[in-house]
């Protein structure tokens, strides 16, 4: 089945320590997405790639990094200096016409 | 800048009443996609149904419709009788053509209950 895959479901993390959320699509798209979205709140884009090896950043980037070596995958590290990353972790990926299909998601919390 | 408004936080419902949810939204773009998405409460965004902004016609998809008005820039959307698996966080969200960032709307929670 085609679609868009996120791990793990839940992930906690110490004080300090840099995570790594993954995401991975197999439907051939080319444009891939990062949104966090906090309790009651919409969602907010982190960082955003369009093609293998190149990505930008979005309205709350710092703190996060990414890297997209190839189509199918589009990790996303927490870094140590994202104050507040406790917050439910979306990736999507992008169709035709302009939009954008989402993963199950990721829950991390801070110890 | 772009801004979409979910005037409703949350809407309670009996099972079978329909429920209608307000989306008002702001763009400078002439040329933009608007969509509905829900959230149930396992998180996954689940795309609903897409509009663009040169087709007005309002649509019906089973249960589901949507009222799309240019001229006061809303994006209204209806679940007719509704049923309890309908109860999420539903999300409207403007995207204009060919860009990257979803604006989405804070969500109405809506409520069905047996």
């Known amino acids: 089945d085609g679609g868009i895959t996120q791990s793990p479901k839940y992930l906690f993390r110490k004080e300090g320590q840099n995570v790594t959320l993954s995401c991975e699509q197999n439907?051939?798209?080319?444009?891939m997405y990062w949104y966090r979205q906090d309790p009651g709140q919409g969602l907010r884009l982190i960082y955003y790639?369009?093609?293998?090896?190149?990505?930008q950043k979005g309205d709350i980037a710092e703190g996060y990094s990414v890297s997209r070596e190839k189509k199918e995958s589009f990790p996303l590290t927490v870094t140590s200096a994202q104050k507040n990353p406790t917050a439910f972790y979306l990736c999507?990926?992008?169709?035709?016409?302009?939009?954008?299909?989402f993963g199950p998601g990721t829950r991390l919390t801070v110890l | 800048a772009q801004k979409v408004t979910q005037a409703q936080t949350e809407i309670s419902v009996v099972e079978k009443e329909d429920v209608t949810l307000d989306c008002v939204y702001e763009?400078?773009?002439?040329?933009?996609?608007l969509f509905w998405y829900k959230q149930p409460p396992s998180g996954e965004l689940v795309f609903l149904i897409r509009?663009?902004?040169?087709?007005?016609q309002n649509e019906i998809s089973g249960r589901y419709s949507w009222n799309f008005q240019k001229s006061t820039s809303s994006f209204n959307f209806t679940i007719t009788a509704s049923q309890v698996v309908d109860s999420a966080v539903y999300f409207c969200?403007?995207?204009?053509?060919?860009?990257?960032?979803?604006?989405f709307g804070g969500g109405t929670r809506v409520l069905v209950k047996p």
């Open positions: 999507a990926s992008r169709g035709f016409p302009d939009t954008q299909y």
């Open positions: 439907l051939n798209h080319d444009a």
């Open positions: 790639s369009q093609i293998v090896n190149d990505f």
């Open positions: 509009r663009n902004s040169f087709d007005e």
């Open positions: 763009t400078r773009d002439t040329t933009y996609y």
């Open positions: 969200a403007l995207i204009k053509a060919a860009g990257n960032k979803l604006t």
